[in-house]
């Protein structure tokens, strides 16, 4: 930084002070000041020692405002020289001891005298920028010699000067000269391009930018920060018109053209014009960086604090904070709008207790910001005036919103998308900054547009992505942790963000005979699609499964539906029917990943060696069945392709994993779960969706399993209800044989009646719960139905429903089964 801290200025006239004399001809000290968040000073240039008579040695770590008292303000005249500077102003917002103080919150520059050692004072112009980033460096600080400045060599070497517009240099002080017309023609043409300016401030302002410099001075690759109100100089001259003059002169053999105070106003145009197309430009980069809504409405809001505004308050409609669809209609004054983000240069909570993020409410029709939202356009106030404030304060009940808002500078712009108001934005500034401006007005209206389409975006990704869940989320089902003989966890993980939702499902259904059937099923693809057909595919599993049909039929039927369904998609399927009396688990595979049965007598993991069978959608392929023995306590594993499967990786190391870790002993079901997951989500490059689903395997004993065979013959019910009360009191339940034996009763009546000749089947099994069941050779399933005073039947089941924690039917190979639950009393 020491390499720049001098720069060219047109030779002195008259003396200079003694700490310039050593400086060649033509060039005066720049000095260069960085100051920390502490306030403390961490960088001193070389121009800063020869201007402020300080060594860096000695002006590193101490206070800034140590090393640069201000002793008092340039006078209006200083040998002599009338200062154009009106009533003593002393720069562009603060003064340089406030910004040496870490107050500063955007560009700004002026005059001041400082006591320096060794001199009796040291007259200064000075420019002050707030620094942003991960370092501790928040203020840079340049500083001239005013004196140096002023010994220039005339007006001829300022239009010079003005013409080049040169960024990184300081601007020779002409403007002081009252023989110097720019500042008078200038001032006189400010109120003609700015109706809202007075001659008074016109004048003033004209003094400072030519004393002072072009307004942007450049300090890095990127950022160009406004040091003096924008200019809204309009274009009398186009460049296409200048060109077509060159063009016409060099033709002719004639001199080009003289620039004329067109064009300096065109290039004064044209730089303002530019930096505002880099800052639109710097702002479309920093915001969109993801679908998510809430981080696109922070970045949004910290994207213009404070290079353009102070405050930044962004309010959304109800239904794109929650995520609803696109909201119809003009907004009215019971529009409930929330506020959902806030950024300030205050001092911090400031703002936190007044207008809290997170709050709802309507806007009256008095209000700009009922306008804006109405009309769809930006709403600029240059000055909240005591009675505007009133009115906006009105709407905070117990909360005096007054002082944050009265006399700041404010900007209301609506938040569009296909010419719908999602929300808007409440932009302040400071009093003591610039007046948002017409120009500011076009640029907060396009920085609205691209910001409301960015959070439009976001909006559809969200609402799409809550549709998906939601569907997703009513496909899978709320399996029960115990069903008979048997404990289930099961776990459920959606893909990245380009496969949220997908077609891995699982299920579970009770079967008769206390089996239960074990359903683990993945539709190939992702998105609705894929998770609609899972949906139907998961119905027909279930309505199948209730029939009863062996797993090896049911698969078959369920390729001839998804061939009717369509040939669009493939799914596969794994399905198992465990029975925890005979003690095994039947099983048919179409296309899936096999299980993994953990034994519990030794501890040791196995997949199951199954045939694997076509993915369902195939069509013309046989399924086959294998039944698989097992002992109380052992776990069967049955997960999606997804737990396993990383692009780049051999299945084979995913399926020794899963082994591995379902083998890992566990407190709980919930915890085995928990192990798998862990073990094998954590190598990254997973994309799809996984379904889990563990199952243990307790089984029912014998002594908890009791059954009859009953003759076709009325006097059988009879002998039913004796051996069904003397098991029950055997069992220690006589509180259920009252119950029992009536409803048995009922079903062996009905069992007898419609049987065709075989034997009546009567079981009682003692398990969570106590189930009865009647199986009989009849395929005709009873129904429900309503008897009445002179009826002789249909009271059966009618009892039955009455009495039965629950009861159903089931077709079986032989006929029906009727069943019904008690609930065991507790002990």
Same mark, same amino acid.
């Given at each position: 930084?020491?390499?720049?801290?001098?720069?060219?200025?047109?030779?002195?006239?008259?003396?200079?002070?003694?700490?310039?004399?050593?400086?060649?001809?033509?060039?005066?000290?720049?000095?260069?000041?960085?100051?920390?968040?502490?306030?403390?000073?961490?960088?001193?240039?070389?121009?800063?020692?020869?201007?402020?008579?300080?060594?860096?040695?000695?002006?590193?770590?101490?206070?800034?405002? !140590?090393?640069?008292?201000?002793?008092?303000?340039?006078?209006?005249?200083?040998?002599?020289?009338?200062?154009?500077?009106?009533?003593?102003?002393?720069?562009?917002?603060?003064?340089?001891?406030?910004?040496?103080?870490?107050?500063?919150?955007?560009?700004?520059?002026?005059?001041?005298? $400082?006591?320096?050692?060794?001199?009796?004072?040291?007259?200064?112009?000075?420019?002050?920028?707030?620094?942003?980033?991960?370092?501790?460096?928040?203020?840079?600080?340049?500083?001239?010699?005013?004196?140096?400045?002023?010994?220039?060599?005339?007006?001829?070497?300022?239009?010079?000067?003005?013409?080049?517009?040169?960024?990184?240099?300081?601007?020779?002080?002409?403007?002081?000269?009252?023989?110097?017309?720019?500042?008078?023609?200038?001032?006189?043409?400010? *109120?003609?391009?700015?109706?809202?300016?007075?001659?008074?401030?016109?004048?003033?302002?004209?003094? +400072?930018?030519?004393?002072?410099?072009? *307004?942007?001075?450049?300090?890095?690759?990127?950022?160009?920060? @406004?040091?003096?109100?924008?200019?809204?100089? =309009?274009?009398?001259?186009?460049?296409?018109?200048?060109?077509?003059?060159?063009?016409?002169?060099?033709?002719?053999?004639?001199?080009?053209?003289?620039?004329?105070?067109?064009?300096?106003?065109?290039?004064? &145009?044209?730089?303002?014009?530019?930096?505002?197309? &880099?800052?639109?430009?710097?702002?479309?980069?920093?915001?969109?960086?993801?679908?998510?809504?809430?981080?696109?409405?922070?970045?949004?809001?910290?994207?213009?604090?404070?290079?353009?505004?102070?405050?930044?308050?962004?309010?959304?409609?109800? +239904?794109?904070?929650?995520?609803?669809?696109? =909201?119809?209609?003009?907004?009215?004054?019971?529009?409930?709008?929330?506020?959902?983000?806030?950024?300030?240069?205050? &001092?911090?909570?400031?703002?936190? #207790?007044?207008? *809290?993020? /997170?709050?709802?409410?309507?806007? =009256?029709?008095?209000?700009?910001?009922?306008?804006?939202?109405?009309?769809?356009?930006?709403?600029?106030?240059?000055?909240?005036?005591?009675?505007?404030?009133?009115?906006?304060?009105?709407?905070?009940?117990?909360?005096?919103?007054?002082?944050?808002?009265?006399?700041?500078?404010?900007?209301?712009?609506?938040?569009?998308?296909?010419?719908?108001?999602?929300?808007?934005?409440?932009?302040?500034?400071? @009093?003591?900054?610039?007046?948002?401006?017409?120009?500011?007005?076009?640029?907060?209206?396009?920085?609205?547009?691209?910001?409301?389409?960015?959070?439009?975006?976001?909006?559809?990704?969200?609402?799409?992505?809550?549709?998906?869940?939601?569907? +997703?989320?009513?496909?899978?089902?709320?399996?029960?942790?115990?069903?008979?003989?048997?404990?289930?966890?099961?776990?459920?993980?959606?893909?990245?963000?380009? /496969?949220?939702?997908?077609?891995?499902?699982?299920?579970?259904?009770?079967?008769?005979?206390?089996?239960?059937?074990?359903?683990?099923? !993945?539709?190939?693809?992702?998105?609705?699609?894929?998770?609609?057909?899972?949906? +139907?595919?998961?119905?027909?599993?279930?309505?199948?499964?209730?029939?009863?049909?062996? @797993?090896?039929?049911?698969?078959?039927?369920? #390729?001839?539906?998804?061939?009717?369904?369509?040939?669009?998609?493939?799914?596969?399927?794994?399905?198992?029917?465990?029975?925890?009396?005979?003690?095994?688990?039947?099983?048919?595979?179409?296309?899936?990943? @096999?299980?993994?049965?953990?034994?519990?007598?030794?501890?040791?993991?196995?997949?199951?060696?199954?045939?694997?069978?076509?993915?369902?959608?195939?069509?013309?392929?046989?399924?086959?069945?294998?039944?698989?023995?097992?002992?109380?306590? #052992?776990?069967?594993?049955?997960?999606?392709?997804?737990?396993?499967?990383?692009?780049?990786?051999?299945?084979?190391?995913?399926?020794?994993?899963?082994?591995?870790?379902?083998?890992?002993?566990?407190?709980?079901?919930?915890?085995?779960?928990?192990?798998?997951?862990?073990?094998?989500?954590?190598?990254?490059?997973?994309?799809?969706?996984?379904?889990?689903?563990?199952?243990?395997?307790?089984?029912?004993?014998?002594?908890?399993?009791?059954?009859?065979?009953?003759?076709?013959?009325?006097?059988?019910?009879?002998?039913?209800?004796?051996?069904?009360?003397?098991?029950?009191?055997?069992?220690?339940?006589?509180?259920?044989?009252?119950?029992?034996?009536?409803?048995?009763?009922?079903?062996?009546?009905?069992?007898?009646?419609?049987?065709?000749?075989?034997?009546?089947?009567?079981?009682?099994?003692?398990?969570?719960? $106590?189930?009865?069941?009647?199986?009989?050779?009849?395929?005709?399933?009873?129904?429900?139905?309503?008897?009445?005073?002179?009826?002789?039947?249909?009271?059966?089941?009618?009892?039955?429903?009455?009495?039965?924690?629950?009861?159903?039917?089931?077709?079986?190979?032989?006929?029906?089964?009727?069943?019904?639950? $008690?609930?065991?009393?507790?002990?």
């Amino acid at each position: 930084m020491d390499r720049g801290t001098e720069r060219d200025v047109p030779p002195g006239r008259g003396a200079v002070n003694r700490a310039v004399e050593d400086v060649p001809a033509g060039r005066v000290p720049l000095a260069v000041v960085v100051v920390d968040d502490d306030g403390l000073v961490s960088h001193w240039s070389s121009g800063a020692r020869r201007l402020l008579g300080r060594a860096k040695e000695e002006a590193i770590g101490r206070p800034a405002a !140590d090393l640069l008292p201000v002793s008092g303000v340039l006078p209006d005249e200083a040998d002599g020289v009338p200062h154009r500077l009106h009533g003593g102003y002393d720069g562009l917002g603060p003064g340089l001891e406030p910004s040496l103080g870490g107050r500063l919150s955007y560009p700004a520059a002026g005059r001041a005298r $400082l006591a320096v050692p060794e001199r009796d004072r040291v007259d200064l112009l000075w420019w002050a920028y707030p620094l942003a980033g991960p370092g501790r460096e928040r203020l840079l600080v340049l500083a001239a010699d005013a004196e140096a400045l002023r010994c220039g060599d005339g007006p001829e070497e300022a239009s010079r000067e003005e013409e080049t517009g040169a960024f990184e240099r300081v601007a020779p002080a002409f403007a002081l000269h009252t023989d110097f017309p720019g500042a008078e023609e200038l001032a006189r043409r400010l *109120p003609e391009i700015l109706p809202s300016m007075s001659v008074g401030e016109s004048a003033r302002i004209a003094a +400072q930018v030519l004393e002072l410099g072009y *307004p942007v001075m450049e300090f890095s690759r990127n950022d160009r920060v @406004p040091v003096t109100p924008d200019w809204g100089v =309009p274009r009398r001259a186009g460049r296409r018109a200048r060109r077509e003059r060159a063009a016409r002169a060099v033709a002719q053999g004639l001199p080009l053209p003289e620039r004329g105070a067109d064009d300096e106003g065109e290039d004064l &145009e044209y730089a303002a014009v530019r930096e505002r197309l &880099e800052f639109l430009n710097e702002v479309s980069g920093r915001i969109g960086t993801s679908l998510d809504l809430a981080r696109t409405i922070v970045e949004v809001s910290r994207a213009v604090v404070p290079r353009f505004t102070d405050v930044a308050g962004t309010y959304l409609r109800e +239904q794109v904070v929650a995520g609803e669809g696109f =909201p119809e209609g003009v907004p009215d004054t019971r529009t409930m709008w929330h506020r959902v983000a806030l950024e300030h240069t205050d &001092e911090p909570g400031r703002w936190d #207790d007044v207008v *809290p993020v /997170g709050e709802a409410m309507p806007f =009256p029709a008095h209000t700009p910001f009922f306008q804006c939202m109405t009309s769809g356009e930006p709403v600029l106030v240059p000055r909240i005036s005591e009675e505007m404030g009133h009115a906006i304060a009105s709407q905070f009940e117990k909360r005096d919103i007054r002082p944050l808002i009265t006399h700041r500078s404010m900007l209301v712009v609506p938040l569009k998308a296909r010419d719908v108001v999602l929300g808007f934005m409440i932009l302040l500034r400071h @009093p003591e900054r610039a007046e948002f401006n017409d120009m500011d007005r076009v640029t907060g209206a396009e920085l609205a547009a691209r910001a409301g389409l960015v959070l439009d975006n976001a909006r559809m990704y969200t609402y799409q992505e809550s549709v998906a869940e939601t569907l +997703q989320d009513s496909m899978l089902p709320s399996i029960p942790a115990r069903m008979a003989g048997c404990d289930i966890a099961t776990r459920y993980l959606p893909g990245t963000l380009l /496969g949220r939702v997908g077609g891995d499902w699982f299920d579970s259904v009770k079967l008769p005979g206390a089996r239960t059937a074990l359903v683990v099923g !993945d539709v190939m693809g992702h998105g609705l699609n894929s998770a609609a057909m899972m949906g +139907q595919l998961r119905t027909a599993v279930q309505t199948m499964a209730a029939l009863d049909l062996p @797993p090896a039929q049911l698969l078959r039927n369920l #390729d001839d539906l998804a061939q009717r369904l369509g040939d669009t998609y493939l799914a596969t399927c794994l399905y198992a029917v465990y029975d925890p009396i005979a003690g095994e688990v039947h099983l048919a595979n179409a296309g899936h990943i @096999p299980p993994v049965l953990v034994h519990a007598e030794d501890g040791r993991s196995e997949l199951l060696d199954l045939p694997t069978g076509a993915p369902i959608g195939v069509g013309g392929v046989p399924f086959e069945a294998v039944r698989v023995p097992v002992r109380p306590g #052992d776990r069967l594993v049955m997960c999606t392709d997804g737990l396993v499967e990383v692009r780049g990786e051999d299945i084979g190391v995913g399926l020794a994993t899963l082994c591995a870790s379902a083998a890992h002993p566990a407190a709980s079901m919930d915890d085995a779960c928990d192990t798998i997951i862990r073990a094998l989500n954590t190598r990254g490059g997973r994309k799809d969706d996984v379904a889990l689903l563990m199952a243990r395997l307790n089984g029912i004993g014998p002594d908890d399993v009791a059954e009859w065979r009953l003759a076709r013959d009325p006097a059988e019910v009879g002998r039913a209800r004796a051996v069904v009360r003397e098991q029950l009191h055997e069992w220690g339940l006589a509180r259920l044989a009252d119950p029992t034996e009536l409803m048995v009763s009922e079903l062996v009546t009905n069992a007898v009646r419609h049987s065709h000749g075989r034997p009546v089947a009567l079981r009682l099994v003692r398990g969570d719960t $106590l189930l009865c069941e009647v199986d009989d050779d009849d395929h005709d399933l009873p129904t429900l139905l309503s008897a009445g005073p002179a009826d002789e039947s249909g009271r059966g089941l009618r009892v039955v429903s009455t009495l039965a924690r629950e009861w159903g039917t089931s077709r079986t190979n032989t006929g029906k089964t009727v069943w019904f639950e $008690l609930t065991l009393p507790r002990r």
